[in-house]
């Protein structure tokens, strides 16, 4: 079986090929230019080249996995991964809201949502990965770090 670790020969589909067809006109569906979106597929090719088993039975194990996920998620419970991340659902309460568009006061009911806590591992990855340029950082109003990403507590 192969590493768990990720190898730098590792690389992703050509940028222009993982292109999905709710990108706009620009090409890049409001994301960076650099940013590509790998699908379940993609994974499921390179999964199915590195172990050598076949892609019916790699796509079977990934959907199992992912299955499992929602599974633990939706009864509640709490899903680790060391050096990954930690699925949890946290409850949201009710709330007033306002449509954007009439402007009218709505009330938004109770309801669970899965939060996501990124490990340290992917953490340090992520941090990492070369420099963005000045341009390709998300501009978010009302933050001070850049890129709009507020350190978080």
Do not use: W, Y
Not at 54 to 81: A, P, Y
Not at 113 to 137: H, I, N, Q
């Amino acid at each position: 079986m192969a590493s768990d670790s990720i190898s730098p020969d590792s690389q992703g589909p050509d940028p222009q090929s993982a292109r999905g067809a709710s990108d706009d006109a620009s090409g890049h569906g409001g994301r960076t230019p650099s940013t590509v979106t790998i699908t379940k597929k993609d994974l499921v090719n390179r999964i199915a080249e590195r172990t050598g088993e076949t892609k019916v039975i790699t796509k079977s194990i990934i959907q199992m996995f992912l299955d499992e996920i929602i599974s633990e998620l939706s009864h509640g419970n709490r899903l680790e991964f060391r050096d990954f991340g930690v699925f949890e659902v946290k409850p949201r309460r009710a709330r007033r809201a306002q449509n954007p568009r009439t402007l009218e006061k709505v009330n938004v009911p109770p309801k669970r949502v899965v939060k996501f806590k990124v490990g340290r591992v992917m953490r340090e990855c992520v941090t990492a990965a070369p420099d963005l340029d000045d341009d390709e950082l998300d501009e978010t109003p009302g933050t001070d770090a850049p890129g709009g990403n507020a350190p978080r507590g």
